[in-house]
């Protein structure tokens, strides 16, 4: 397998539940992200990591919790969520969080919460 | 306070046309600028990254420019085909501290090529 992957694709949740996305790259990048893309609005950085480690985090709620147990997994736990929160979840990687650097995107996860 | 703004949500264009997408910016510093193009219900594909003191870029029928004095970056697809209707996003790379640079997005400019 290549590239960038995220599972689930699609989740629909309630407001109650708790849930976990999962991203892992297959390209031996050092550098890891979670970014939100709603419905007209540009896509926003939610976390940085790199070597594992956060560097970022960008004013993030606490009902979004990162974990990045090595370079090349990395889960988005989530609990307690409302439905602005409903959007395109995607994860990216890149070779370190140097700005010359490209991303490369996951396919994403469609989150709905009712 | 700091904007991306790109020219327009949606351009129509006929096949075989250039087709110029614009990406305006305030109040950044951008080192780096990169292009990304995203198809519905996937993940963005880098396409092109240009430096602050590059003026243009190209790659195939790629072109990308960067005027650090207008902050603006115009990004060109020559002979344009249905293939390239997409939402073409522009990124603005700008250093955060500890070595990191964070990358901001424009909300991107929905193109269609009309055969």
């Known amino acids: 397998e290549t590239g960038v992957t995220q599972t689930p694709r699609h989740l629909v949740m309630g407001m109650t539940n708790k849930k976990s996305l999962k991203c892992e790259q297959h390209l031996g990048h050092n550098a890891m992200y979670w970014y939100k893309q709603s419905a007209k609005k540009p896509l926003e950085l939610m976390f940085v990591?790199?070597?594992?480690?956060?560097?970022e985090n960008n004013s993030v709620p606490s009902r979004f919790s990162p974990e990045c147990p090595n370079s090349s997994h990395l889960f988005l736990h989530l609990h307690t969520l409302q439905p602005e929160d409903s959007a395109l979840y995607l994860c990216?990687?890149?070779?370190?969080?140097?700005?010359?650097?490209?991303?490369?995107f996951g396919p994403g996860t469609r989150l709905t919460v009712l | 306070s700091q904007k991306i703004e790109q020219n327009s949500e949606a351009l129509n264009i006929q096949e075989g046309k250039t087709a110029t997408l614009t990406c305006n910016y305030t109040?950044?510093?951008?080192?780096?600028l990169q292009w990304y193009r995203q198809d519905p219900g996937r993940g963005p594909v880098f396409l092109l990254l240009i430096r602050e003191n590059e003026k243009e870029k190209r790659k195939e029928r790629l072109k990308v420019t960067f005027d650090t004095t207008l902050k603006q970056s115009l990004f060109h697809i020559t002979a344009s085909q249905p293939a390239d209707s997409a939402t073409y996003l522009c990124?603005?790379?700008?250093?955060?501290?500890?070595?990191?640079?964070?990358?901001?997005f424009g909300k991107g400019t929905k193109l269609s090529v009309i055969p």
């Open positions: 990216a990687s890149s070779q370190d969080p140097g700005g010359h650097n490209e991303q490369f």
């Open positions: 109040n950044y510093s951008p080192a780096y």
């Open positions: 990591y790199n070597f594992k480690e956060q560097t």
């Open positions: 990124a603005l790379a700008a250093y955060s501290g500890a070595g990191s640079y964070q990358l901001t």
